[in-house]
């Protein structure tokens, strides 16, 4: 983020119904852009200040920003030149393109720049995937007192342009093929990048729960990301679904802001690991943990969340809660839409790989939490990065004897 944006605070004007809005909004979270949301729907002086700035029309998404310019209805494009997002490469042809900018696909950089390989980084969101969003880790070897994940992310980046690879964000994938030697991958604008090879790093997001309401109300009242949405819920009560240590983690960095934190685990025993669980009893009253509850539907009333319906599973009993605000954390699934039916991945879609971390298309390979029997740790991504850059290298030096 540029200087003059980061001294201060970013306003979301808008309204709970608006997909403009909402799809600004994921912009922020993917991009950990802290902002202000205001839904003028429930605020006049909003209302009127929005009028006004767009003589009369009530144009949502209105965005102000600190250095007193304003977007109305702007593109994805348009908020990456805002924030100075490099979103075009240099040149069309690479020895090698990086799809995501996690651990794996950063450190793979790392190694393909030291290799003296033109590497090309494409990524849709910020640095550092799912570790980027991380509040603290802890048992990443040679932080004896643990690293933020946004700091760990904005290291690997310094790092991979340091050894000359190019990154691009705010840029999605959305198709790859082979054209005889080459592989070719095609961006959101249209662009075609060709490269002798690809490594897949594009990662997992995080799963929904697929129940009636959920939907509609992703962004406004249900959440994926903490660290991204957790400050919109100052003095208020939230649920956390998912007893893994990503919700015991997540749980916890919410008590920053909410003055109370349920988490609710589907089977009857959280899986989090015993230091979370201990951390999380220490908290006292602030928060609860519910088990053998199964989350059925997210209620609404104009637009908002009404009520949750939980199920207790030992009874068969629906129950209604009424949170504020909900958090989903109940497991990942892979990145690999864009895949062609040539990479073969499994029933869920993790991308599956043999011998050297190669694909079943020859020239791709994959690495981290997309692929199939990955661990989902940042550690053994970034080991696996490494890897895969070094079976590059090789793979390259046969090609070209």
Known sequence: ?????SAGTIIVYGTSWCSDCKRAKQFFGEHRIQYVWVDIEHDSDAMAYVEEVNKGLRSVPTIVFPDGSILVEPSNAQLAEKFGLQTRAQRTFYDVIIVGAGPAGLTAAVYAGREGLETLVIEKGALGGQAGSAQMMENFPGFDEGISGDEFARRLGIQARRFGAEILQATEVKSLRRDGRYICVTVSDGTEYTAQAVLIASGARYRRLNVPGEDKLIGSRVHFCAVCDGAFYKGKEVLVIGGGNSGFQEGLFLTRF???????EFEPQ???????QKKVAEKGEMMQVI???????FRQRDSQLEAVIVEDRATGALEEWHPDGVFVF???SPNSAFLPPEVERDRFGFVTTGPGFMTTLPGVFAAGDVRQASTKQAAVAVGEGAAAALMIREYLAAQSS
């Open 270 to 276: 959280v899986k989090a690991s015993r230091i979370l």
């Open 258 to 264: 909410a003055r109370k934190v349920t988490i609710v």
């Open 291 to 297: 088990t053998n509850h199964a989350v059925k539907e």
């Open 330 to 332: 109940i497991g990942l």
């Open 1 to 5: 983020m540029s200087d003059n944006l």
